[in-house]
């Protein structure tokens, strides 16, 4: 039986992580990039974190392409579709990344299928779950909940990832892989090299004080080693097809994440955001503003993620999300990226 797994995406901040974790429970890899000049960065990086890269190659594909995907497919037992677009900003036309994260996804099921891999896992999100309910909803979100694509109040990113994510499920409906689908919360935690992805931005913003307010909003969180080791429980465990399973070490604030920073380095406790802002400010900006706009719909709205899922079924024991801010914080020190 063959023991290769195609990692799409390998150049990315979780799939780094997922790399370690697939070549350290020995298995091959073969991780897709866009351009080979990223494959030697990441090989760079994957050795630097004590990786096996002698077990780890690299294929050209890229999401918005036919060619490449079956070639990069042949011979893998499994397939862990991470690659998606995460940009740091919105686009007002909320069907933007829907052909690239829907019709990538679609290339990567359809042609895991032709090759008669055994199951594919996919990077899902929360962003697939909790966006665009009205209040009626409650605080409470489990693997049955479905964002609302039609509301006025969902993020190109949050249509992306669902429409990616109903995608593939309906591709293996009729046959085909296993599928199981992993929804992670906001994902912090170590970063392997300077490539740190868009998540550690939001921290990084703080870090340096450019972000004395914020608005009244939460976030699950999730550690990226947390992630990673869900990615692979979710390819091996065999109750987990057919399967999502939110991933979140916990609930935070804006200001709690300043306050986790302030914890992890002191000396940047006078950096960081001191002001939670009104509702009605936010509102306002809103007029003006994509970042606000984005914000309104969430504001004083604390979600509560179920996890039993992935704790039973997975086996995860989730790091606190303060553990994922600080790993953050000593990654952008040592990276040199906040000083
Ligand atoms: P990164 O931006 O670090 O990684 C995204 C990866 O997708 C990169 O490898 C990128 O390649 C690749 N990619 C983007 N567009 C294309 C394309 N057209 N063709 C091929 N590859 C492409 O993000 P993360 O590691 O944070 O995210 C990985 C996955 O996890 C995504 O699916 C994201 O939606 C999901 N996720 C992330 C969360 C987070 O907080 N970080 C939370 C929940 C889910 P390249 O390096 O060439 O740009």
């Given at each position: 039986m063959s023991d290769l797994i195609l990692l799409t995406g390998i150049s990315g901040f979780i799939a780094k992580h997922v790399a370690l974790e697939l070549l350290a429970a020995g298995y091959r890899v073969r991780g897709t990039v866009r351009s080979a000049a990223k494959a030697a960065l990441v090989q760079e990086t994957l050795k630097n974190a004590g990786g096996a890269v002698d077990r780890l190659e690299f294929v050209?594909?890229?999401?918005t392409q036919d060619n490449g995907w079956d070639a990069a497919v042949a011979g893998c037992r499994f397939v862990v579709h991470t690659a998606s677009?995460?940009?740091a900003r919105q686009s007002k036309d909320r069907y933007a990344l829907v052909p690239i994260a829907r019709g990538g996804t679609l290339?990567?099921?359809e042609a895991a299928s032709r090759a008669g891999v055994e199951r594919i896992v996919l990077t899902s999100s929360v962003a697939a779950i909790y966006y665009g309910h009205d209040a009626k909803q409650g605080p409470h979100y489990s693997e049955s909940n479905w964002s609302n694509v039609e509301s006025?109040?969902?993020s190109d990113?949050?249509?992306s990832k669902t429409e990616a994510e109903r995608a593939a499920w309906k591709a293996v409906e009729a046959g085909g892989p296993e599928l199981a689908v992993v929804n992670p919360a906001f994902v912090l935690g170590p970063m392997l090299d300077r490539e740190t992805g868009t998540s550690a931005e939001l921290i990084r913003t703080m870090l340096m004080g450019r972000l004395p307010a914020v608005p009244d909003i939460t976030f699950g969180i999730v550690d990226v080693r947390d992630v990673a080791r869900a990615h692979l429980q979710a390819m091996t465990v065999p109750d987990a097809a057919g399967r999502r399973f939110i991933l979140c070490g916990g609930s935070l604030s804006m200001m709690e994440i300043g306050q986790s920073i302030a914890l992890a380095e002191p000396s940047a406790a006078s950096r960081v955001p001191?002001?939670?802002l009104p509702d009605f400010l936010?509102?306002?900006a809103a007029i003006f503003t994509g970042k606000a706009r984005a914000a309104v719909p969430e504001l004083g709205r604390?979600?509560?993620?179920?996890?039993?899922?992935a704790e039973r079924t997975l086996g995860i024991d989730f790091r606190p999300p303060q553990v994922a801010v600080a790993a953050t914080v000593r990654s952008l020190k040592e990276l040199g990226l906040a000083n």
């Open positions: 050209e594909a890229d999401l677009p995460f940009p290339r990567v099921v006025s109040h969902i990113y949050a249509v001191k002001l939670v936010v509102r306002a604390r979600k509560i993620l179920g996890t039993e899922a």
